[in-house]
């Protein structure tokens, strides 16, 4: 890391508000999300620099593109602020975020609004399906599957337990955690939600089977959402610690990143990655990349971590991807317990995807919140003790763009 990048402050919406139900626009949605985080920075329209959105497919959900131009009508004091938004599927927000932060690295900014921000429950499941679709190969994927990312992901299922065995029962392990984790966020779309024993078994009636080996309580869920995060310079960083009488070694900032990109077409990934360990090794150098800009050794110098369960699988990948365990045995820290909220690394305190909820777009500028909330101890009931150092891990596709952060004090 060349400079530092500070956290000021964020917000998000509450992810179980179905805003077209309530006859609210995508245009409220980011509105009530720009403002709640300036509010929680202790900050105006006026001082922030530069926008950026992040947001996958605005406009076949609703029609809407040109994103950044609605930062003008959330206040006349962003009126001629320069904007722009980035789309890299389940990882736009990450992408938005790597974006504001070259532009208060190359000095040409010291204030950047970042949100993420989707609406998605405005359509049936059938048309959400097709729609999210377009992160995929189109017409050469998971042709004839109902419900392709269901498909795709049973796939992943398929290569695990072809190269190294996979028992369904660790992945509804994963669930349970992330659903019952939920459970604790004011925020989370799922934390009224009840279950039984028998929910997370291979019980077709408490736990459908959606495609293959992906069942209801493996997907993570269509959510209409946005988070904000306001990111600073040092020199502005240490303003506003002056400003609001705090030490600027106690404002959380991004200690490291990792962006890399796969080919699109899962087939060809699986190609790639056959002869090596990792069955995702542009996810593993994402996150290497991260903990070596860090200055970390590995996942034993961080204190948890948010990463990106669009299905239980992945977060099964994710768990061997940050070198947790070797490749093919993250079934021993699942039974070990280590992934809980009372394990020595605890995934997802949020909920992840599966518990909180999954407004694509906003899905990486959520983690990162909830990354600074954590290093910051103001996480609340989702509060892991102690936490200073927090990694993240956001995915685009079936593993095509992938963007890791290392978040601290």
């Avoid at 988070?227 to 960083?237: C, D, P, Q, T």
């Avoid at 060809?268 to 360990?277: F, R």
């Avoid at 990162?368 to 103001?378: E, H, I, K, V």
Wanted: aromatic share 8%; glycine share 12%.
């Amino acid at each position: 890391m060349g400079k530092r990048i500070y956290i000021l402050g964020g917000a998000q919406t509450d992810f179980s508000q179905n805003w077209s139900r309530s006859n609210k626009s995508l245009f409220e949605l980011f509105s009530t999300a720009v403002l709640s985080g300036l509010e929680d920075a202790k900050l105006e329209p006026k001082d922030i620099d530069v926008g950026h959105v992040g947001n996958f497919v605005a406009e076949l959900f609703t029609g809407q593109g040109m994103l950044g131009g609605y930062f003008g009508h959330v206040h006349p004091d962003f009126s001629g602020m320069p904007s722009s938004r980035h789309e890299g599927a389940c990882a736009s927000g990450s992408l938005a975020i790597l974006a504001a932060m070259t532009d208060i690295e190359s000095g040409r900014y010291e204030t950047a609004c970042v949100i993420g921000v989707e609406l998605m429950r405005n359509v049936p499941g059938e048309i959400a399906a097709k729609n999210l679709g377009a992160a995929a190969w189109v017409g050469r994927e998971a042709l004839g599957a109902k419900y392709l990312w269901p498909a795709m992901f049973s796939d992943l299922c398929d290569v695990y337990e072809e190269r190294y065995g996979l028992d369904y029962k660790h992945l509804a392990e994963i669930s349970k955690i992330n659903f019952a984790n939920g459970a604790k966020n004011p925020n989370a779309q799922t934390r009224k939600w009840t279950f039984t024993d028998k929910s997370f078994t291979q019980d077709n009636e408490a736990n459908p089977v959606i495609e293959g080996w992906m069942r209801k309580q493996d997907c993570g869920q269509v959510t209409d959402g946005a988070a904000v995060v306001i990111l600073a310079s040092e020199k502005r960083a240490a303003e506003y610690a002056k400003q609001h009488d705090t030490k600027l070694d106690e404002i959380p900032y991004i200690k490291g990143w990792g962006h890399r990109t796969a080919p699109m077409i899962m087939r060809t990934k699986m190609e790639e990655s056959a002869s090596g360990g990792y069955v995702f090794p542009w996810t593993r150098k994402a996150i290497t990349d991260a903990y070596a800009r860090a200055k970390l050794s590995g996942p034993e110098d961080l204190d948890a971590i948010e990463t990106h369960d669009c299905f239980s699988i992945t977060e099964y990948m994710a768990i061997e991807h940050f070198g947790i365990t070797a490749p093919g045995e993250a079934w021993k820290a699942i039974e070990a317990g280590r992934i809980a909220m009372e394990g020595d690394i605890p995934i997802n305190p949020s909920g992840g995807l599966i518990g909180l909820g999954h407004p694509v777009g906003a899905t990486g500028v959520r983690m990162m919140l909830d990354a600074a909330r954590q290093t910051s101890g103001r996480a609340g009931d989702m509060q892991v003790e102690g936490a200073k150092t927090v990694g993240t891990f956001n995915v685009g596709g079936s593993g095509t763009t992938n963007v890791s952060f290392i978040v601290g004090v």
